[in-house]
């Protein structure tokens, strides 16, 4: 895996004379009693330079829509790309998980685990000019974990004292949070927690929300209220306008705290994966931000002398479900999903769909995943034991079976024709239907399919994965109501050393090898480019939504295309 550790990269630049406009500074990170100083946002110019943003457009694309502009409602990675422009969070992280400071400038961690402090800017502000505070932040963490607020992410919630297991405070006054002073937080957890679980997990979603505005002594009246028409966030971008699963436009915020943008405008269009590459040689696209290029414009991309291309090792997971809710016996059978994994031939899909760029997944962490289990016995690729296991199980061979898929991600559209034929071989029947994103979430969420192709994996915490397990859970789309997976992997989260953690989630995923309740199919590269005429791109970072686009180059770049 390529390693990444030159910080000082820009996304989205001009490519003409810097200049800047915002704030700077440098910022001090101490964890378990050590300091290391980190430039936060180095100003470039002089005083004579112009104060605002170069009158340039970016267009960022992704390969399908954000269902909302409501951050902690949104029920895919789409919206966290866009969140990261619009909203702020406490840190950010390299691609190899090295935490960076954002609005958190230093942070210690009690000695018994039990609590952490954050630092924050003193200079942030919200898009209409009022001031970021620690209060803020509390009021986001109460809101977030209040039962009349409906909260996609609210289990990330679930380590601070006074939540339940699903993140639900019953007395918010009662929360694990304080307002030390204006510009200090403090967080106190149910049970000690080792660091990266607060810095990797629960810090990845939690989007600072304004109190001035959306604290209207009703937490009830936040999912609706018209705030999230036309959102006011304390990120690098303001927003200006969009138009529902097309495009979102935003500004860039001349005021931001670590420096804005030196263009003035960017724009996220949801682009066909299959259109990416014409969209990319004909200047419409300057960047893809999420999505992968076709494989088969792979070869084209890479050969451009206009665009910079980029294969990044990803840490999420592709995998295929099955409809485990009570109402459907067809797949209860740990015998019977095993089977189906048997007879599944994924080294195909990363040979002859990913042209090599990726790996076939035994659990849902990749091999280079920190805490990957190196002693995992996956199963092999033998359909003839598999169908022999099936007819021991008495698998109803007569039934066809449903499988449905989203539309937009060619790998898995052609990855679930691969898993339709491999199933043909040993009998069993299945027909694909394709939808739109939104759609095919709340069919899975109404058990209306027997199979279905989605991925996941927004962090590198080894819990991350445990979500899809969890009962009850909004993005347990499999219906699943055994707790036991999910129990073993919940166990490491009290751990708090890595030696700790690694034993339970090493029991985790062997479990999930032993029972396979979803069926792990690749590890995904991503094939992302942008256009030369933008400056040092950190495309790396963008496998956890940081697109660090206040940040600038060391040195000022020759003109380009305008």
Known sequence: M??????????????????????????????EGKT????????????????????????????????????????????NAVADQLFERLVTRTHDGVIEPRLATEWQIADDNKSMTFKLAENALWHDGEKLTANDIVFTCKAMTNPDVDNYYRS?????????????????????????????????????????????????????LPEHILDTGNYADINNSSFWTSPVGAGPFKYVKDTAG????????????????????????????????????????????????????????????????????????????????DEDPDFQ??????????????????????????????????????YYDENLKPNTYDPEAA????????????????MIVPKGNQVREQSALLIQQDLEKIGVKVKIETYDFIKLLQMLREGKADLGLLGGGSNIDPNESSVILKPNDARNYSLVKDPKWFDLANEGVSKVTKEERKKCYDAYQ???????????LYHQNDLWAYSKRLAEVPIENFVWFNFEVWKRPPEPHAPGRY
């Not at 019953?170 to 967080?187: H, M, R, S």
Request: with cysteine.
């Open 2 to 31: 390529k390693k990444t550790t030159k910080m000082l990269a820009i996304l989205l630049a001009a490519m003409t004379a810097l200049s800047g406009c915002g704030g700077s500074g440098t910022t001090t990170t101490q964890t």
């Open 36 to 79: 290391e100083t980190t430039a936060a946002a180095e100003k470039t110019g002089t005083e004579t330079a112009q104060k605002g943003p170069k009158d340039e457009v970016v267009t960022m694309a992704v390969i399908s829509s954000w269902d909302t502009l409501n951050i902690y409602n949104t029920s895919g990675n789409y919206g």
């Open 156 to 208: 990330a919630f679930n380590v601070l004292a006074g939540t339940d297991d699903d993140g639900i405070a019953a007395d918010t006054d009662q929360l694990g949070v304080e307002a030390v002073d204006d510009y200090t937080v403090k967080f106190s957890f149910k049970e000690p927690k080792d660091q990266d679980t607060i810095l990797n997990a629960f810090l990845s979603f939690l989007y600072v």
């Open 246 to 325: 097309e495009t979102l436009e935003m500004e860039a915020f001349e005021d931001y705290y670590q420096g804005c943008p030196d263009f003035k405008t960017l724009v996220v269009r949801v682009v066909p994966a299959a259109n990416l590459t014409a969209g990319l040689l004909n200047g419409d696209i300057d960047v893809v931000g999420m999505g992968s290029i076709p494989l088969s414009d792979w070869a084209t991309v890479k050969g451009s002398d206009s665009l910079v291309a980029a294969s990044v090792e990803d840490y999420s997971y592709q995998y295929m479900l099955f409809n485990l809710s």
């Open 333 to 370: 059978d740990a015998k019977v999903r095993n089977a189906f994994d048997k007879a599944i031939n994924k080294q195909v899909m990363v040979d002859q769909l990913m042209l090599g760029e990726g790996q076939v997944a035994v659990g849902p962490m990749p091999k280079y995943h920190p």
């Open 387 to 402: 169908e022999t296991m099936l007819k021991e199980a008495g698998f109803n061979f007569d039934k066809e079976y449903l």
């Open 510 to 520: 062997e479990a999930l090898v032993e029972d396979q309740p979803y069926i792990w």
